[in-house]
């Protein structure tokens, strides 16, 4: 038995290194339990060869503020390398879309789709911001009531809610990437909160914008973990938590796989709320382990080193943007029927960038990283043809593309999983729509789940986490 302290933390990913950090500097004893060897989560870059190496994240997009500022990590090296990066709906016919942060360029760049719907970019922007305004509120303040707007979200689909907007295939696709980021179909209620989720997330300074760290996704957990470890907090590495400690209905501690015990009064927990339910908590302990949905699809990561840049066929686009490859809603709404039925899609939707345009330490000199994540995908995919997909579908958008690839890597759901220890979950409409204390709230006391309603890199839940904590070890 280890000597007791007040907060074990599960995991050393974002949000635990988030939440280590804000109790420790709060008067509070912590210990974070780590099973891999190595802090980061999906925090982390991958070698590609000696030479190439690729971000396993390639975009970040819901870094809390706060976070970054009251554990002043830029003062701990942590440095954007590309900021607000725009977003390219690459087209079939070279007619290619790009959307950015100036509504006028953006609009001219969407009337050689539709008049009607560059008319229509401003009043959208508008109100998409917002009603991600009014989102945010839940997880900025304790007690912030649900804005009745966010209530016609909660049964509304994200094909709808562009339909409603937008006549444009072009501009609808692009768009529509960012609603599959909860596993959900674009038809499904609800799948429209998760569009308004994402436009709610701030990077920069800047709303809805998506942005690249200097040194790859790990400088983040690297000085989440200093400011950690300064404030007092013991980070344990390859120590497998195997079993959650329940009595009368409090967490009460854990015990690691080595059979060590550590008591303590609250319980937080990286993992997802079926991973922690389902492998932490015994079977029968007072009814606890609950069957959560298991995710009906999964994404993977395609990582690939070029010996030059890719040249798009059609209309100048920008170097540095989110490239999303989608022609219609419809590509995506069948995409998402077949993995959830564990096949391949026909066609595939995806999005990739080139992190060497802001980062050109990642590959030597005039060569370049892809980093394409393919959603949805089916949870097992066959590697070799999901691969062999995703280089026909960027051959067409860079002819000869393949011919430059000088090295490659995939990963899948199950890949991710293993490496950084945290599987995909089923996204709950509950959970986006919930204020603070109930997003992280399990049914037993004293234990909380650091888990985002859309699996995203933040470390808002820990600083909420270890709020709540902070408050109710003071009572």
């Not at 990561?301 to 419809?330: C, T």
């Not at 051959?395 to 011919?403: I, L, V």
Request: glycine share 8%; proline share 4%; net charge positive.
């Amino acid at each position: 038995m280890t000597r007791g302290c007040d907060v074990v933390i599960i995991g050393a990913g974002a949000n635990g290194l988030a939440a280590a950090a804000y109790l420790a500097r709060a008067g509070c004893r912590v210990v974070v339990a780590e099973a891999q060897n190595k802090a980061g989560g999906l925090c982390r870059s991958i070698k590609l060869d000696e030479t190439f190496t690729a971000p396993l994240a390639h975009t970040l997009y819901a870094l809390d503020p706060r976070v970054l500022k009251e554990l002043k990590l830029a003062s701990r090296g942590l440095k954007f390398a590309a900021r607000d990066m725009p977003l390219v709906g690459l087209r079939a016919d070279g007619k290619h879309l790009v959307l950015t942060r100036d509504n006028h360029a953006t609009a001219r760049s969407i009337a050689a789709h539709s008049q009607a719907d560059a008319k229509a970019w401003k009043p959208f922007r508008r109100e998409l911001f917002s009603l991600a305004r009014a989102m945010r509120a839940l997880w900025w303040e304790e007690g912030a009531a649900r804005d009745p707007r966010i209530e016609p979200l909660i049964r509304m689909s994200a094909a709808a809610f562009l339909d409603s907007w937008f006549e444009s295939d072009a501009l609808k696709a692009a768009l529509a990437f960012d609603a599959t980021d909860g596993g959900l179909s674009l038809i499904e209620p609800g799948s429209a909160l998760v569009l308004v989720w994402r436009a709610a997330q701030e990077m920069c300074g800047l709303q809805a914008a998506a942005a690249t760290l200097a040194r790859g996704p790990e400088i983040l957990t690297e000085t989440l973990a200093e400011a950690a470890l300064a404030a007092g907090a013991e980070i344990r590495t390859g120590a497998r938590v195997a079993k959650i400690l329940v009595a009368e209905g409090a967490a009460n501690g854990v015990e690691l796989q080595s059979g060590e015990r550590i008591p303590a009064r609250f319980v937080l927990s990286s993992l997802t709320r079926r991973q922690t339910f389902r492998a932490l908590l015994p079977e029968g302990d007072g009814g606890f382990a609950q069957d959560f949905a298991s995710p009906r699809t999964g994404g993977a990561i395609v990582s690939l080193a070029l010996k030059s840049f890719p040249e798009f066929a059609g209309s100048a686009v920008p170097r540095n943007g989110r490239f999303i490859v989608a022609e219609r809603l419809e590509t995506y709404i069948s995409a998402h029927s077949a993995a959830a039925a564990g096949r391949l899609p026909d066609e595939l939707t995806l999005e990739f960038t080139i992190p060497t345009i802001a980062d050109t330490s990642l590959a030597p000199l005039g060569q370049h990283v892809v980093s394409v994540l393919v959603r949805p995908a089916p949870l097992s995919a066959d590697k070799t043809q999901l691969e062999s997909k995703v280089i026909a579908a960027l051959n067409r958008a860079a002819p000869g593309f393949s011919s430059q690839i000088a090295a490659r890597e995939m990963l899948t759901q199950s890949d991710i999983s293993a490496r950084c220890g945290v599987e995909a979950d089923a996204t709950g409409i509950a959970r986006l729509s919930a204020n603070w204390r109930e997003r992280l709230a399990t049914s037993i006391r004293g234990l909380m789940i650091l888990e985002e309603p859309v699996t995203a890199i933040s470390g808002r839940a820990g600083r909420i986490a270890a709020n709540i904590v902070a408050k109710e070890k003071a009572t």
